[in-house]
């Protein structure tokens, strides 16, 4: 299980990666994350687990704004569908709940770069 940072906050690994929340309420969230040398896996492309943490700090910030300002969730599960390596440039996550229960938020997100489709995620996250 993952724990994010409050609603359109940073948390220190999201800031280590790069990220900027550009938005957080009302259960939608928009995250991005540039290109960076330290986000490089061995092909020259940005490493899956990099873009994984983006998605996940997207579904998280998404969740949360649904708690006023707290963090009031954590990731439960997350399945990812990688289909466009990133070579450069900056990318932009969108996430957004679908259901929101009592106990339970499922999710999902999806990250491009332009107009290009990088991966889609959907998620449960189970609330405290």
Do not use: W
Request: aromatic fraction near 4%.
């Amino acid at each position: 299980m993952s724990h994010n940072s409050p609603v359109g906050q940073d948390s220190a690994f999201s800031k280590l990666l790069g990220m900027t929340i550009d938005k957080a309420e009302n259960g939608e969230s928009q995250v991005r994350m540039s290109m960076q040398d330290h986000l490089l896996n061995l092909h020259g492309r940005m490493h899956g687990g990099a873009l994984f943490s983006l998605i996940d700090t997207a579904l998280g910030q998404a969740s949360h704004s649904l708690f006023g300002g707290e963090a009031g969730s954590m990731t439960l599960e997350c399945k990812v569908n990688y289909i466009r390596a990133v070579n450069e440039g900056e990318i932009v996550c969108n996430a957004r709940v679908l259901n929101a229960g009592r106990k339970v938020h499922v999710l999902e997100a999806r990250v491009q770069q332009g107009d290009k489709l990088v991966a889609t995620a959907q998620a449960t996250f189970i609330c405290k």
